[in-house]
């Protein structure tokens, strides 16, 4: 650290010499995440940090958090991103989402897009997110549970929730932990749940497949995949914000939860 933050902290000396010199362990810290985000080489850079800022809480902050680290979106305050390997890559998934996520384009100029690009690099320039808790214990913790009834983890496991091998890249530790504890809060996109009773009098509760205006798919919660005409049913019930995931607040300690948390965290997919 001493090192890095001597190397950061060298363009605060030249613009801002009373923070430095007053500097205590805890201002040298402050003073430097300060100059990760703002370094202002130049005033037309800071121009375009201030632009990218404001279009990033505008059009980003509510999946990846103020600060980059919270959220429905991936965690982008760190140093290495999963898909975003090098600025043509972070363009284009700023530019054009990413197929088959929640991640959406955003039709900006090419000005408004470079300067979101270079916002989105000074979220990676602070310490990397301290999650408590230990990811080998999380994993027994894992094992011990009955997540893979609903989940896939390598070969492993069941259909009706996601797979769980990139969840750490794709989901910040925020929306891990709210998903553990309280799964209706934020289901994603593509977990409708339904519950359907047919003219016979039978009852489902599933995962919509597929819907069109005469007839439904759904998968059960032993993956079975279902499909009828709508005038075969007596009833069907699109449940908006319910989920099939239980929520394990009650059964998990803080400590469990936290190990559970890492170890979904360190989850990042083959690379
Ligand atoms: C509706 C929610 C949502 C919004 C709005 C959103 N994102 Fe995302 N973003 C996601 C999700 C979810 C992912 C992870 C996709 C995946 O890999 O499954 C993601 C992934 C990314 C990635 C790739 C991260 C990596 O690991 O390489 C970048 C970069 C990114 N988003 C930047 C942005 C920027 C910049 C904006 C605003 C212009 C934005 N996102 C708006 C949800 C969102
Ligand atoms: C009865 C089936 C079931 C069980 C058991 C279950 N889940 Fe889920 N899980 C789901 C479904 C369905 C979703 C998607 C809807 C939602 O988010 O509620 C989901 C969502 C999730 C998500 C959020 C995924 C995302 O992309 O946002 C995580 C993380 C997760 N589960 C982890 C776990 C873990 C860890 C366990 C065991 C402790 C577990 N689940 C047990 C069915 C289940």
């Not at 190397?7 to 040298?28: C, H």
């Not at 339904?194 to 819907?211: A, S, Y």
Request: positive net charge.
């Amino acid at each position: 650290m001493p090192s890095q933050s001597g190397a950061l902290l060298g363009p605060v000396v030249l613009t801002q010499p009373r923070i430095w010199s007053r500097a205590t362990g805890r201002a040298v810290a402050v003073g430097t995440v300060i100059v990760a985000l703002w370094a202002p080489t130049s005033v037309a850079q800071t121009g375009e940090l201030e632009q990218g800022r404001r279009l990033y809480e505008s059009l980003c902050g509510s999946c990846h958090g103020p600060l980059g680290n919270g959220g429905r979106g991936a965690n982008l305050a760190q140093p290495q991103l999963r898909r975003a390997t090098d600025d043509q890559a972070l363009s284009n998934i700023i530019r054009r989402g990413i197929r088959g996520t929640e991640m959406p384009g955003s039709p900006l100029t090419p000005s408004q897009l470079a300067s979101v690009a270079a916002y989105v690099k000074t979220l990676g320039r602070v310490a990397p997110e301290d999650i408590p808790g230990d990811r080998g214990r999380g994993e027994a913790v894992y094992a011990g549970l009955d997540c893979v009834r609903c989940h896939t983890m390598g070969s492993r496991g069941g259909i009706v929730g996601p797979p769980l091998d990139d969840i750490g890249a794709r989901r910040s530790a925020a929306h891990l932990r709210e998903a553990l504890l309280a799964p209706e809060a934020s289901v994603p996109r593509g977990f409708l749940q339904l519950r359907v009773v047919t003219r016979d009098g039978r009852v489902f509760n599933g995962i919509r497949v597929n819907e069109d205006g005469f007839s439904i798919q759904f998968r059960d919660l032993s993956g079975r995949v279902h499909s009828f005409w709508k005038d075969e049913l007596e009833l069907f019930e699109h449940q908006w914000r319910r989920s099939p995931m239980p929520s394990y607040d009650g059964r998990l300690n803080a400590a469990q939860t936290d190990d559970l948390v890492a170890y979904l965290v360190s989850l990042v997919g083959a690379p």
